[in-house]
């Protein structure tokens, strides 16, 4: 059993960042993919990245390429989310998943909301 706690999301203008974290319970974090997930109101859940259980490997969806950067340390238990140059279109409420074959985690969320 894994489980996630998210962190950092806030208020934020046009612009500005914010930096997510995901905290993880337990002693196999370190073998789990880590994600990154939001959904704006009246959205379906949509994927925003991902990061490899080394960290080695990040993915990105294309509306936030080179704005949003993804990290882990598995020592920590710990995966983030730098978030920069935020848009109002990144408002929603960011999830944290774990993944590990058919085995996914979710996080309770943390909202993002960005004014223009």
């Known amino acids: 059993q894994v489980q996630l706690v998210e962190s950092g999301g806030g208020l934020v203008q046009a612009g500005g960042s914010l930096r997510l974290s995901c905290a993880a319970s337990?002693?196999?974090?370190?073998?789990?993919?880590m994600g990154w997930f939001r959904q704006a109101p009246g959205k379906e859940r949509e994927f925003v990245a991902a990061?490899?259980?080394?960290?080695?490997?990040?993915y990105y969806v294309d509306s936030v390429k080179g704005r949003f950067t993804s990290s882990r340390d598995n020592a920590k238990n710990t995966v983030y989310l730098q978030m920069n140059s935020l848009k109002p279109e990144d408002t929603a409420v960011y999830y944290c998943?774990?993944?590990?074959?058919?085995?996914?985690?979710w996080g309770q969320g943390t909202q993002v909301s960005v004014s223009s």
């Open positions: 337990g002693r196999t974090f370190s073998s789990y993919c």
């Open positions: 990061i490899s259980w080394s960290g080695g490997n990040t």
């Open positions: 998943r774990a993944e590990r074959g058919l085995v996914i985690y």
